[in-house]
Every structure is written in structure tokens, then in C-alpha cells.
């Protein structure tokens, strides 16, 4: 167990993001085992001045997770250690560098599942997920992770920890400071561990596939589903027929379905398998829909791999967008009619029920003349309809000089001034999350 990496080739992998389009030059890579051991270091680095990355998996796709230019490499990779797990209430505590998949495995040995899933599981950290605020594919039924998580440790820019690792369902003791590092990317604490709270593993888990002939159907199918469906909807997706291209051409996946303009998948957890396979095929007979039904494995995997076979096309630029999802596809919409055949592919697809639209644009390789086509029009396209930049990547360093758009003045300066206090010295995760300045 390496815990100190140098040396060009051995730091790479830490250096390059996923999708490799971003890359600093770091020459170290640090890996503690405890919070003591992070304390130490960011104590350090303080004193010295010296900038630090703070990294788990590397999964992210804004370039929040790699250097910019040689920061020290803080990974959670040795902090994988499940600290405890209570039965009763269902609250798991952890450090952050637990992988999500393991955690998950873990939990279903003892009946319960993560709050939280995503395409990335088999590597992604759990205290990077909390970091970054992800969403994915089971938000629609069990909140975010500012609802689930109920405590963090961190530790601040001077190498203080902060222990608000409490286990609490309700606690209004002051402000809710750990709310402050969710979704902060690192640039105000370093997340050491995580207190999570975690649903039972469903009995039945049913999943249906469907050819939608319109975006309106699909809309429409949502809202009947909502209704017959109820508390057992666990999950609401959808993709156009550009990414079931994609997916069949790169990954030799097929359509269960005939061909449709769009798809969705719906996905329900409940504790009775007769009494959800009922709903779920009364649900299909009034949609009018044909459509398959199935344990899931195969149907997931058509939709969790878009981004895998998206990388097979070339250069992808990528949009994470929340919208009224009324008017979520007309974004996709404009942007192919404006790109014409500038761009390889202009794909839709995403978490539909919350209301979170996945844009991706891709070409053969990276091209400015392209980005200037496509930025800032889709920053102005979403700050008209009052949506979101970023639903659920952060801003990480792509994103971060476009804040504005979804955030007012006040509010950026406000986060301007809480980095300053917590990071007076702006050695945490720099050149991400807020502006440079002008
Ligand atoms: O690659 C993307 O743009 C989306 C990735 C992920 O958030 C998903 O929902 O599949
Ligand atoms: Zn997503």
C-alpha cells in the first residue's frame, strides 16, 4: 500500500480526469489512511502554502477532481474503512473514500441498499459523491444527498477537523454547517467521513422499458405513471433515439423495443411483487404501451452506459441542465438545429422525473469553433427558463466562470466570502467551483 506516489508515470492516472479532456502536472499523490493523517497533511500545506487537489474516484466530468497545475494530490483512496452500521435506524458511517458499489454490497448483505446510485459506482468515492452533490438514478425516490446524509467529518484548510458526524434524523442546533461542504467539491474542507441514512433493500424491484412516439407522450406517460404507480416509482429515465444509436453502435447493446423516437425506462421498489407487477401492468394498459418488462439488469445498462458509449464517438461536450421539465427537450431541439452538421450528434437523455436533462454534443475531436457555437448559448437558453447550469456535476473547472447564469451577484459573493473565511489562503481544490476574478 503505496501511500506517497511520485514519480511522471505513477502520478498520471491522477493527473488526467475521465473523460480526459482536462490534465494538470502534479508531481504527488498523497493517500492517509486516517483523518489524523489529513489533518497532518492540510496543517502543512497551510503552513507552506501549498495548493491541494482533493480526489476520490476521479469520476467526476467538470474537471473538478484533477489539478490544474502541480497541486499536491489529496486521495481518499486508503480511507475505505465502514466505520458502523445500525440496523435499526439504517445509518451507515464511513469514511470517505469507500467505493458506492462496495458500500451498496455491503448493505444488501444486511438488507438495505445506498440512497444514492449512479453509473459510476464500481469507482467513485462516497465522500466525492457527497462533495460533488450527486444525483442519480435513485433521487426521484429517496431525496438527496442533502436530505440522506445526516453528518460529515471535515477537515478544513489549517488541518482543524470538524466533527459533525452526528447520526440524528432531527437536529436544529444552530446552523446546519455540514450542508456548507455538500456539494462544495472540496474547495472548503476536505470530507473525511460520512453518516448516511439508508433504505431497505426492496423485495421486488420491477423494471419497464418503453418506445415513446413523442416527447409530449413522454410527458404524458410520466404523469400517468406518477399516478397509478405511486409510492412505488423508484426511477424515471429517458434517452432519444440518438443514444440508442450510440449504445448499439458502440456497445453492441440492443433495444428491447421497437424503434421509437424516444425511450424511457421506469423502474419500481416496493415489498410485494404480486401487488407491484399488478400496478405496473395496469399502468402499462392505460399508457397503451408496449413494453417490456423485466428483472432490469439488461434494461439499466442500456441507459447507465450512454455516457461509456458517448466517449466511443469522439469529443464529448457535455451539459447537465435541470429545466421545467415541460420544456426540457426543446433545449436539445435548438441546439441540433443550430449545430446543424457542425456536430457529430446532438443527444438528449436523462433523469426525467427530476427534471435534470443530460445534453451531450459530440464530434470527432475538440473544436473551439464548435464550443463557441455551443457556449454560452446554452448557459442563456437555461438561464431563461430560470434552470440550472448544473444539476448534479458542480462546476468543478469547466463550468465555474459560468455561476452566473443560474446564480445572482449577491449569492456568488456571499460563496466568494465564506471560501475566504474557511480557505484564507486559497489552498483548497483552487481554480474551481467560483470565478476568477476578472
Ligand atoms: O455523461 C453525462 O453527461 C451524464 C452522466 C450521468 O449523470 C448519467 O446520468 O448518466
Ligand atoms: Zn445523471
Redesign the pocket.
Known amino acids: 500500500m503505496e501511500m506517497v506516489v511520485t514519480g511522471q508515470e505513477e502520478v498520471k492516472p491522477f493527473n488526467v480526469d475521465w473523460l480526459k479532456s482536462v490534465r494538470g502536472c502534479s508531481q504527488l499523490v498523497l493517500k492517509p489512511q486516517t483523518t489524523a493523517e489529513v489533518s497532518q497533511v492540510l496543517r502543512y500545506c497551510h503552513e507552506k502554502n501549498l495548493a491541494v487537489n482533493p480526489q476520490g474516484g476521479n469520476t467526476g466530468?467538470v474537471g473538478g477532481s484533477v489539478p490544474v497545475f502541480d497541486e499536491i494530490i489529496l486521495s481518499t483512496a486508503l480511507m475505505n474503512q465502514i466505520i458502523s452500521f445500525d440496523k435499526v435506524s439504517g445509518i451507515l458511517v464511513c469514511q470517505a473514500g469507500c467505493v458506492l458499489e462496495r458500500l451498496n454490497e455491503y448493505l444488501e448483505e444486511q438488507g438495505f441498499i445506498m440512497p444514492l446510485d449512479?453509473?459510476a459506482k464500481g469507482s467513485c468515492h462516497i465522500g466525492g459523491n457527497v462533495a460533488t452533490n450527486a444525483g442519480?438514478?435513485r433521487l426521484l425516490r429517496y431525496g438527496s444527498l442533502r436530505g440522506t446524509v445526516l453528518g460529515l467529518e471535515v477537515v478544513l484548510a489549517d488541518g482543524s477537523a470538524l466533527n459533525c458526524l452526528t447520526s440524528l434524523r432531527k437536529d436544529n442546533t444552530g446552523y446546519d454547517l455540514k450542508q456548507l461542504f455538500i456539494g462544495s467539491e472540496g474547495t472548503l474542507g476536505v470530507i473525511t467521513a460520512v453518516s448516511i441514512l439508508c433504505p431497505q433493500k426492496p423485495k421486488a424491484v420491477n423494471v419497464a422499458f418503453l418506445g415513446c412516439r413523442s416527447f409530449a407522450k413522454v410527458l404524458e406517460t410520466f404523469t400517468t405513471c406518477r399516478a397509478m404507480l405511486g409510492e412505488i416509482l423508484s426511477a424515471y429515465e429517458f434517452m432519444d433515439e440518438k443514444c440508442m444509436e450510440v449504445v448499439e453502435r458502440h456497445l453492441k447493446l440492443s433495444s428491447p423495443v421497437a424503434d421509437s423516437p424516444f425511450y424511457v425506462l421506469i423502474e419500481t421498489s416496493g415489498s410485494n411483487s404480486t401487488h407491484d407487477e399488478e400496478k405496473l401492468n395496469n399502468f402499462l394498459e392505460q399508457a397503451m404501451a408496449s413494453g417490456l418488462v423485466t428483472d432490469g439488469t439488461m434494461l439499466w445498462s442500456l441507459r447507465?452506459r450512454?455516457?461509456e458509449a458517448?466517449t466511443h464517438e469522439g469529443y464529448v461536450y457535455?451539459y447537465?441542465i435541470s429545466l421545467p421539465v415541460a420544456k426540457l427537450y426543446d433545449l436539445v431541439t435548438d441546439m441540433r438545429a443550430r449545430l446543424g452538421h457542425s456536430a457529430k450528434n446532438v443527444v438528449g437523455y436523462?433523469?426525467l422525473g427530476d427534471g435534470n436533462l443530460?445534453l451531450?454534443v459530440t464530434a470527432d475531436s475538440y473544436s473551439h469553433s464548435l464550443l463557441d457555437a455551443i457556449e454560452p448559448f446554452v448557459y442563456e437558453w437555461t438561464a431563461r427558463c430560470s434552470g440550472s447550469i448544473s444539476a448534479?456535476?458542480g462546476l468543478g473547472f469547466k463550468k465555474k466562470q459560468f455561476i452566473q447564469y443560474s446564480k445572482p451577484h449577491e449569492a456568488v459573493v456571499l460563496m466568494q466570502q465564506f471560501k475566504a473565511m474557511l480557505d484564507p489562503k486559497g489552498i483548497l481544490n483552487p481554480y474551481k467551483t467560483l470565478p476568477s476574478a476578472p
Request: glycine residues 18%.
Open positions: 466530468l449512479l453509473g442519480g438514478l447507465e450512454i455516457t458517448l457535455k447537465d436523462g433523469h443530460h451531450n448534479e456535476h
